[in-house]
T-cell receptor, first 111, second 114 residues
Framework: GENVEQHPSTLSVQEGDSAVIKCTYS??????FPWYKQELGKRPQLIID?????GEKKDQRIAVTLNKTAKHFSLHITETQPEDSAVYFC??????????FGKGTMLLVSP | NAGVTQTPKFQVLKTGQSMTLQCAQD?????MYWYRQDPGMGLRLIYY???????DKGEVPNGYNVSRLNKREFSLRLESAAPSQTSVYFC?????????????FGEGSRLTVL
């Protein structure tokens, strides 16, 4: 089955800095890579996703890059704000399987 | 449009007691899922139902059973609760399994087993 590793487990940045979270996956057949954000005490919500036929995708201050050869993908948040503080989960899936999540990264943005 | 609704939000059980977590979605989604979330462990899939009438085991199914009652409802049952089942449980749904399936989560159910 799929195995997703996520790093770092915690990340502290100053407001305005950039934050990068990295994930690796094991199944070369995986072709869909979503990122979920979970604020404290809330439910996880999808913030951005990327499919295997695309190398990069941007949505305002967030972007995701995918390197299929190396089997890793990353979340980039620019100009971080305190409201970006949350736990971020990467995930991977291929075919008709189910999503496998990484263990999460707690991002803390200090004013 | 409530999305995914789970009940109860909080529950305390004694070891050996049983309980059922209820989940309903109003988005006409085919697939439904039960996850548990533990500190440092991410979201782990317990059971899922790709479509009405089917259920399959996920990564951590031991100690749980599920029922896909109809297209809207998917329940999770703990027959004999154990302290290791203390966790936050999330129900989720998607319009289709796998590649195109954004998951919509419920608010979660916090279960404590003493």
């Amino acid at each position: 089955g799929e195995n997703v590793e996520q790093h770092p487990s915690t990340l502290s940045v100053q407001e305005g800095d950039s934050a990068v979270i990295k994930c690796t996956y094991s199944d070369s057949a995986s072709n869909y890579f979503p990122w979920y954000k979970q604020e404290l005490g809330k439910r996880p919500q999808l913030i951005i996703d990327i499919r295997s036929n695309v190398g990069e995708k941007k949505d305002q201050r967030i972007a995701v890059t995918l390197n299929k050869t190396a089997k890793h993908f990353s979340l980039h948040i620019t100009e971080t704000q305190p409201e970006d503080s949350a736990v971020y989960f990467c995930a991977a899936v291929g075919g008709y399987s189910t999503l496998t999540f990484g263990k999460g990264t707690m991002l803390l943005v200090s004013p | 449009n409530a999305g995914v609704t789970q009940t109860p939000k909080f529950q305390v059980l004694k070891t050996g007691q049983s309980m059922t977590l209820q989940c309903a979605q109003d988005m006409n989604h085919n697939s439904m899922y039960w996850y548990r979330q533990d500190p440092g462990m991410g979201l782990r899939l317990i059971y899922y139902s790709a479509s009405e009438g089917t259920t399959d085991k996920g990564e951590v199914p031991n100690g749980y059973n599920v029922s896909r009652l109809n297209k809207r409802e998917f329940s999770l049952r703990l027959e004999s609760a154990a302290p290791s089942q203390t966790s936050v449980y999330f129900c989720a749904s998607s319009d289709r399994q796998g590649v195109a399936g954004e998951l919509f989560f419920g608010e979660g159910s916090r279960l404590t087993v003493l």
